[in-house]
């Protein structure tokens, strides 16, 4: 069972009625032994004033005095008999009539008290005694009948088993209110999680009780530590970027200042390996720049996101007017790290403001599963273009700067979020339309 | 053309100021950020090339605090970095361009030249003021079939004055956008390239505003 809940609940729901139950047993057997208790110390009593009323005569005769005996063992069955054997004389009383109870021996000073049935199967309690009068063995057992004292006994049991059901009900109620009331710090918590999934938040909230803390707080942490990484590694491959790029600079231009004009070849080679190390640089450096699949990282949000980015492609491509427009419905963040969002969407709408005539597309959809399409009225590509751009990620005319790099590693991002990315003509706009699908992590 | 350029490595700083210096510009080169800040805030430049990796500043926050104290000259950012967030980031932030690692000197000029025409207006690749048709490339004028060759501070000094034409220049505006930090600036001079302009393009080239100025075209 791995539902705290449950697990809460079920141990508390038995323990409780093993606690009710013992107490009712406990509860039950004592009042039981009370009144039996209380009942015998009655015929004891009864006893007592019969061995009063006793006479023995000198003839060994034993009498009992009529004005001693209680009316109630003068009628028939009355079920309070008496039984007195004096060295094998039997005194009966009149409620026996002719029955006789079955009265065990007792020693002189002992007492037993038995659970006896007597006339017409009543169920008796009989308490019995061995006396000495007037150096005679005189033995004197007196019964009751239980019926009623059971009777009550078992209204008193089923009064007893009905208040403890409700309390039992009542304490149930009670509990599962409270195991409720402090489990919803730890629901709130896995609602966090979700939200954190989803980038709405980027760290848990650690108002929660002492238990769960040390979970959230090492959560927190984690993510904490996953962030800085990621800004240190960021950091470090812009700082490494910088230390190549800017040698590279002086060497490419060294290059070509220094080789004679007219040796073709040399001139050649030297600007194909200086571009294989900066293509090569680029590639990776940008490839080891995505976060990726991280949690708790703010990501792409397209209110405050998108338009900064849409005002630095209308003035980096400043000789074109593009109209830019944008369908994103409800969506308000795309779901991955903002600097990746950043990067695609750079990536694809660069290349979208290169080759529009006029007007740039972004629709954004998401139902089951997210799709970003980007679309622009240029020229478009035909069929085998497609293709090629769907294996390799590059758009063929490679005399645009940056155009390879820049669909590679939309690529590059697209795959690390496990999506799809293909290529195809724009219905609406004729141009090319570069269409992403990605899976909803929610 | 007076530009400021902030780049911290002292190689490829020297050869962007040579090759600029051949293209008929005069710049002043600073190595960290603090020094460019101070250049940039203080003295009229017509264009800044930044780059972000500066020493002791970084070039973001030299460019966000020329922006806020107003210095429009316009800025074009040098750098290593090519993620979209730092282009996002330099152009929000004030820049005009933005220019990777590595470039060709070419490039660098063709963005320059762009970016100085953008900001005074100018459109079109070659400079062409009334009937006078400047060749940045060649540091030639031409009018009417007729075509002069021109010295360096003679080109400079035309240049300047057809990408402000109509308008009054003093000399101390002249020297400012001429000569480098560090040159001998003596007003004087300007005087000389003046009359030497008129001698070579004709007397009406460049009107006398006395106690004012020059002034260049039609107009005048």
């Known amino acids: 069972m791995t539902s705290l809940r449950a697990r809460l609940g079920l141990g508390l729901v038995s323990s409780l009625v093993v606690m009710i139950g013992l107490l009712w047993l406990t509860v039950g057997i004592s009042v039981r032994t009370l009144m039996e208790d209380q009942l015998a110390s009655r015929l004891a009593h009864d006893a007592e004033s019969l061995l009063g009323g006793l006479s023995i005569d000198a003839a060994g005769h034993a009498s009992l005095d009529a004005r001693r005996i209680q009316g109630i063992y003068q009628q028939p069955y009355s079920g309070h008999y008496f039984q007195v054997d004096v060295e094998g004389e039997v005194l009966r009383s009149r409620s026996l009539w002719d029955a006789v109870l079955p009265v065990p021996r007792v020693a002189l000073g002992e007492t037993r008290v038995d659970f006896i049935t007597g006339p017409q199967q009543q169920a008796l309690l009989l308490w019995t005694r061995g006396f000495r009068k007037q150096d005679r063995m005189v033995q004197i057992a007196v019964a009751e009948e239980l019926d009623a004292m059971l009777a009550a006994m078992q209204g008193f049991r089923l009064r007893l088993a009905a208040w403890s059901l409700t309390l039992l009900f009542l304490l149930l109620l009670i509990q599962r209110y409270i195991v409720v009331r402090s489990l919803r710090s730890v629901s709130a918590a896995a609602d966090d999680v979700v939200r954190l999934e989803q980038g709405d938040i980027s760290a848990l909230d650690e108002r929660v009780p002492d238990e769960v803390r040390p979970l959230v707080a090492a959560i927190n942490k984690l993510l904490q530590r996953q962030q800085q990484r990621l800004l240190r590694s960021r950091e470090a491959l812009g700082n490494l970027a910088h230390g190549i790029k800017t040698p590279l600079t002086v060497l490419q231009q060294l290059g070509s200042e220094k080789i004679p004009p007219d040796d073709v070849e040399a001139h050649a080679q030297w600007q194909r390996y200086s571009r294989q190390i900066n293509e090569q640089v680029d590639q990776s450096l940008r490839r080891a720049r995505l976060a990726g699949d991280s949690l708790g990282a703010s990501h792409f949000d397209l209110r405050t996101d998108l338009p900064p980015l849409v005002d630095t492609l209308n003035r980096l491509h400043r000789d074109k007017s593009i109209v830019f427009r944008q369908h994103t419905g409800e969506s308000v963040t795309l779901p991955m790290e903002q600097q990746d969002g950043m990067e695609l969407l750079g990536n694809l709408l660069d290349n979208a403001w290169k080759w529009a005539h006029s007007r740039v597309l972004l629709t954004v959809e998401h139902d089951t599963q997210w799709r970003i399409l980007v679309e622009d009225d240029g020229p478009g590509i035909d069929a085998a273009g497609l293709q090629l751009l769907a294996q390799r990620g590059m758009r063929q005319d490679e005399n645009m700067p940056g155009h390879g790099i820049g669909l590679s590693i939309v690529k590059s991002l697209v795959e690390e979020l496990s999506g799809t990315l293909q290529f195809r003509a724009s219905p609406s706009l004729g141009g090319l339309q570069v269409c992403i699908t990605l899976g909803s992590r929610a | ?220």
């Open chain 2, 1 to 220: 053309m007076r530009l400021l350029l902030a780049e911290d490595d002292p190689d490829l700083s020297l050869r962007l100021k040579r090759y600029l210096g051949k293209q008929g510009f005069a710049v002043d080169a600073v190595h960290n950020g603090v020094d460019a800040e101070f250049n940039g805030r203080e003295t009229p430049y017509d264009a800044i090339v930044l780059d972000l990796g500066l020493p002791q500043r970084s070039g973001l926050e030299v460019l966000a605090n020329w922006r806020s104290a107003e210095v429009k000259t316009p800025v074009l950012i040098l750098t290593a970095r090519d993620s979209w967030q730092e282009k996002v980031r330099g152009l929000q932030q004030g820049a005009d361009d933005y220019l990777t690692k590595p470039f060709q000197e070419e490039e660098l000029l063709a963005r320059l030249q762009a970016l100085i025409r953008r900001n005074t207006g100018t459109v079109g690749k070659t400079l062409t003021v009334d009937g006078w048709v400047l060749d940045e490339e060649t540091q030639s004028v031409s009018r009417d079939e007729q075509h002069w060759e021109l010295t360096g501070i003679e080109f400079r000094l035309l240049r300047y004055c057809m990408l402000h034409p109509g308008r009054i220049l003093s000399k101390t505006q002249l020297t400012e956008h001429i000569y480098e930090q560090d040159a001998d600036k003596d007003s004087n001079v300007i005087e000389v390239y003046v009359k030497r302009l008129r001698e070579k393009l004709g007397k009406d080239i460049i009107a006398t505003r006395r106690g004012q100025g020059y002034v260049f075209g039609r107009q005048a």
